[in-house]
């Protein structure tokens, strides 16, 4: 028996060609569904603007582990969270008032693969529009959040939002920490 297919012979190159278009509609479907299925929420992703009632030590506990959800969370001088995240340094300066004094905790992943290490660093902020009573009364808290908000092993200061940056947190990590390359440097 013999199949007629006159003109539209069927060729190897013919048939992948098929199956690579078939391929190739059926990721854009995939993609497709994927998006719709994506939440369109676009509002606030920290615990205290979403409305969660977390505990500060449950806060720290989720920050103080190496890949635990959250990697930043501000207190005020009475050890009440101002907000906590996982959206790092840039997430974090969002709550920095700068009529206020917050202290904070941030974990920061350096290196990768064997190599990766977490440096956990003391934040203190003294807003610079901060009325001095209010400075003073909660700096003199200092030393009781720092011993609430540890492990830390480079404290930061700062009164300005240009004070604390990603590169000035990674620049005074990179000089007081040792900080190992991955693996692929490392061999190199």
Partial sequence: VSDNL???????????ADLEE?????????????????????????IVAMGKKISVPKVLEYVQKKDGPLNW?????GQKLVEAGGGGVQEMRE???????SFGILRMGFGSGQFKRNFWLFIHWAGDKAH???????????????KLLQPSQVDFFGAHQEEITVEILIEKVLKYCRVDGDTKKSQQ
């Avoid at 569904?33 to 920290?46: I, L, Q, W």
């Avoid at 001095?132 to 030393?143: D, I, S």
């Fill in 132 to 146: 001095p009573t209010v400075r003073g009364k909660a700096n003199a808290e200092l030393a009781t959040c720092k």
């Fill in 22 to 46: 078939q391929a190739r509609k059926a990721m854009m479907a995939l993609r497709d569904r994927r998006e719709s299925s994506v939440c369109e929420y676009t509002g606030p992703r920290t």
């Fill in 73 to 77: 969370a501000l207190i005020d001088s």
């Fill in 95 to 101: 709550f920095l008032d700068d009529k206020e004094v």
């Fill in 6 to 16: 006159g003109a539209a012979a069927m060729t190897a190159s013919s048939i992948k």
